[in-house]
């Protein structure tokens, strides 16, 4: 059974979820984070106050759990399917799936449901353990509003998650479906977008359990030949290498086949003139955990910095995920800006694009829904085996739908010449509404200025034109038609 880890200080106010001290907020001193191979600092009593809350109990002196073996694995997951009721994908001809749902492949699927199988926690403990993080992850409020001033360094709004042994296996076991098929889903679009980009070499910031890094493996199989995942965590990093020993063990043509993985605790520097040195540069779901506005704008242009083609964020497309990305946007901009400035400076020929917006914005202007209380987001739909339905969302179906915000950039080297003509298209940023011979389509980027707009579509359009648009849903890119009978309306106020 898995024990918690205690309090560990990795800045200001660092705390384990489920560890013993869970009432107790530390006000300590911030320093930097224990490399991969270090225990944390113990803390004293003066850099604690107690809180009137009550401390969650948790069972004392478990044994640690052992090293994943692949073939412990494979036995637990063969158990479980010989005792399983529920089937994964619904009865025969009626399936659950649609192209809007994410699913975790099958050799995935068996990995993580026979990792947290062997784990041997307590199917209720764990059920509590991850109801506890799901409520703590989108709670908290990470930026209030990052039109305001930037706040002094050192400053943060909410207290940092420790990711220990329980916090880290009950991230895997509610969160991990949505974190693959939100990358997949990017991945996907960035494929689309750019058919000739085979990266070869990929760094995933706060890659947790790999969940982005089997992602990106999986879509670019044929090309990609080492990754990189930067995690703090230790117990993540070994969660996440119990994860890939499973997918190698499933099968000698699955994704990781030829790719090396190497693990860091803090992101790689660049040498003076040095080329940056990854192809793609995944943050998913982890800028939300840097809760320093300087730092995490410092990391934002860090990782710029480590691009070589593509660079993907991705948040929770609730309010504080969006301000994420928008801000994200807003100092990528600046960066472009004020490298053109100085290439321009020192030649007279006008400096090319540093960037190229790829998805899902039409345009490189402001989003027009920044510092509005509409976040600018997509859906999704993942599917939960039924070994991983600890939420009591997915309990009937396995399925669980959330919102997404991402950014997808690219330096000009990347984008072919034959990708661009699809980049400047509006796109649906909110659910089409069907009437009797019309249809209402929400844009972002049909109007002139750029802004959000209503578009109907009628009817009499064309045929052609008329199928084309019952087939466009939230999130997918609108082709200008010949003809449009409806003009483009002031959308409503955001």
């Not at 829904?369 to 859906?379: E, Y």
């Amino acid at each position: 059974m898995l024990h918690g880890k205690g309090l560990a200080i990795v800045g200001r106010q660092t705390f384990g979820l489920f560890s013993p001290l869970r009432g107790l907020r530390g006000r300590a001193r911030a320093r930097p984070v224990a490399p991969i191979d270090d225990e944390p600092e113990a803390i004293t009593d003066k850099e604690i106050f107690v809180e009137p809350e009550v401390v969650v109990p948790v069972h004392h002196n478990p044994p640690p759990p052992p090293p994943a073996d692949p073939a412990a694995i494979a036995a637990a997951v063969k158990h479980r399917r010989a005792t399983e009721l529920t089937p994964f994908h619904g009865d025969a001809g009626h399936s659950l799936i649609d192209r809007k749902t994410a699913s975790l492949p099958e050799w995935l699927r068996d990995t993580v449901v026979g990792v947290i199988t062997q784990s041997q926690l307590p199917r209720k403990i764990l059920k509590v353990d991850c109801r506890k993080l799901h409520e703590f992850l989108f709670s908290r409020e990470v930026v209030p509003n990052v039109q305001k001033e930037v706040p002094a360094a050192g400053s943060g709004f909410a207290p940092e998650l420790h990711y220990g042994a329980r916090e880290s296996l009950a991230h895997l076991a509610s969160r991990y479906p949505v974190c693959y098929g939100s990358a997949a889903a990017v991945f996907a679009e960035v494929r689309l977008r750019l058919p000739h980009f085979a990266p070869s070499q990929m760094m995933d910031f706060g890659s947790g359990a790999g969940a982005a890094t089997l992602a990106a493996a999986a879509q670019w199989q044929q090309s990609m030949t080492s990754a990189t995942c930067v995690e703090t965590s230790n117990d993540m990093t070994r969660l996440a290498e119990s994860v890939f020993d499973g997918v190698r063990a499933a099968g000698e043509s699955g994704p990781l086949t030829g790719v090396d993985i190497h693990h860091r605790s803090l992101i790689p520097g660049l040498r003076t003139g040095q080329d940056p040195p990854y192809h793609l540069v995944v943050a998913s779901f982890s800028l939300c955990e840097i809760t320093d506005t300087r730092l995490r704008r410092t990391v934002i242009q860090s990782l710029w910095s480590l691009t070589s083609g593509c660079l993907v964020l991705v948040e929770s497309g609730n309010r504080q995920g969006f301000a994420l990305i928008d801000e994200a946007r807003s100092v990528l901009a600046e960066h472009a800006e004020h490298t053109a400035a100085s290439k321009a400076s020192d030649v007279s020929a006008a400096p090319p694009a540093e960037m190229q917006m790829i998805s899902p914005c039409p345009h490189m202007g402001t989003c027009p829904r920044a510092g509005t209380d509409t976040p600018c987001h997509f859906p999704l739909r993942a599917e939960y085996p039924s070994g991983m339905r600890f939420l009591g969302q997915e309990e009937r179906h396995g399925l669980r739908s959330e919102k997404l915000s991402y950014l997808v950039l690219a330096r000009p080297d990347a984008v072919g010449a034959e990708s661009t003509t699809s980049f400047g298209h509006p796109r649906v940023v909110g659910p089409p509404r069907q009437r009797a011979g019309h249809i209402y389509f929400e844009l972002c980027g049909h109007a002139p200025d750029g802004g959000v707009s209503e578009v109907v579509i009628p009817r009499s359009v064309g045929k052609s034109e008329w199928v084309d648009a019952k087939q466009r849903s939230w999130g997918d890119t609108f082709p200008p038609y010949s003809k449009l009978h409806g003009s483009a309306k002031a959308s409503r106020p955001e």
